[in-house]
């Protein structure tokens, strides 16, 4: 069990600029979840995946945000033309069914 | 619809007093999940407890201990004899259960900052 890794820690970049972040889950878990979390709140659903199928995205996810989780395996979070308001924690979680996740220490974003 | 809410934004201790983290969930479900959180300085969340709303019965592990009442919508935190390592954010979550069990999505509070001084 290596836990939850997610790439890259710290991001920066400019308003309108696109970026990726990579999520590797623990190896068996076949449920992924991303969360965004910005200073001083809990963190905030955005989607989940059961294997390589997205089930569910939160309205917080503009279409500026994509998710994939080709074959089940690790996933990416994209963010098209950045805004200011897209700076923020960006968690991954993945478990073997819902009831205890496992967190990575998530990318933080900063949008210039 | 669901929320959570931790009135506590931040709480100082001195090492070795006891510490209660409350939290208080509105939820329109009567079958629904409770579970604790750890945020330490470092980012990642780290699980601490997980309950069902059938369950009441309050639970003891080493010095954390939960006490869920139904009645006044409370799932409270006790930490004993705090340590200094025990300083992080505490966030309190619910899920509700969908049926079909496809989904189930947490909703977090804002969390309590604690901070045990030595």
């Known amino acids: 069990d290596t836990g939850v890794s997610q790439n890259p820690r710290h991001k920066i970049t400019k308003r309108g600029q696109n970026v990726t972040f990579r999520c590797d889950p623990i190896?068996?878990?076949?449920?992924l979840y991303w969360y965004r979390q910005t200073l001083g709140q809990g963190p905030e659903f955005l989607t989940y995946f059961q294997n390589e199928a997205q089930l569910e995205k939160s309205r917080l996810l503009s279409d500026r945000f994509s998710a994939e989780r080709p074959k089940g395996s690790f996933s990416t979070l994209e963010i098209q033309r950045t805004e200011q308001g897209d700076s923020a924690m960006y968690l991954c979680?993945?478990?073997?069914?819902?009831?205890?996740?496992?967190f990575g220490s998530g990318t933080q974003l900063s949008v210039l | 619809a669901q929320k959570v809410t931790q009135a506590q934004t931040e709480i100082s201790v001195v090492e070795k007093e006891d510490v209660t983290l409350d939290c208080v969930y509105e939820?329109?479900?009567?079958?629904?999940?409770l579970f604790w959180y750890k945020q330490p300085p470092s980012g990642e969340l780290v699980f601490l407890i997980r309950r069902n709303s059938f369950d009441e019965q309050n639970e003891i592990s080493g010095r954390y201990s939960w006490n869920f009442q139904k009645s006044t919508s409370s799932f409270n935190f006790t930490i004993t004899a705090s340590q200094v390592v025990d300083s992080a954010v505490y966030f309190c979550?619910?899920?509700?259960?969908?049926?079909?069990?496809?989904?189930?999505?947490?909703?977090f509070g804002k969390g309590t900052l604690l901070t045990v001084n030595p």
């Open positions: 939820t329109r479900d009567t079958t629904y999940y």
């Open positions: 979550a619910l899920s509700e259960a969908e049926s079909g069990g496809s989904n189930y999505k947490l909703t």
């Open positions: 979680a993945s478990g073997q069914g819902f009831l205890k996740l496992f």
């Open positions: 190896s068996e878990h076949n449920r």
